[in-house]
């Protein structure tokens, strides 16, 4: 059996600092890891210490990442993410992000946000500061099908 701490790998390229195409690079391989919907895949992407601010939760460690994922997506379902790079700079990339997802009862939400990532030389994130809005929308309103 294999754990997390065996398969995280060692150096997770593009490596900082980040140019325009490496910066480009990291969000499209975090959005397709999040629309796996793969907390373990996920939370490989993340230092086993990093810190997280997720709205109004604060995490820390790769542990916690991965049971907070598990359960935000058993609560948001059918979950579909776009994320674009805002800004870089050395080991720092910001992103603009937009997902849709439905509840339980089948209320449809656009969450739109912005995200400040920190990583360390290895190309893992170390920080993560999210600020996320919830907006309810029809199902006929819905961009990312």
Do not use: C
Not at 28 to 51: C, F, G, K
Not at 108 to 124: A, I, T, Y
Not at 135 to 145: K, S
């Amino acid at each position: 059996m294999t754990t997390a701490a065996t398969t995280t790998p060692a150096v997770r390229p593009p490596l900082p600092p980040f140019t325009e195409e490496s910066a480009r690079a990291k969000v499209q391989a975090a959005e397709d890891a999040w629309n796996s919907r793969d907390p373990e895949r996920v939370s490989l992407a993340y230092t086993e210490d990093s810190v997280w601010r997720n709205r109004d939760r604060f995490l820390t460690g790769r542990a916690e990442i991965r049971a907070f994922l598990a359960e935000k997506w058993e609560r948001e379902l059918d979950y579909r993410l776009r994320k674009e790079p805002w800004a870089f700079t050395g080991n720092r990339i910001s992103v603009r992000f937009e997902y849709e997802w439905h509840d339980a009862a089948g209320q449809w939400f656009r969450s739109h946000g912005n995200e400040q990532w920190e990583f360390d030389p290895d190309g893992l994130m170390s920080r993560r500061e999210a600020s996320i809005n919830d907006v309810p929308i029809a199902a006929g309103d819905r961009r990312l099908v």
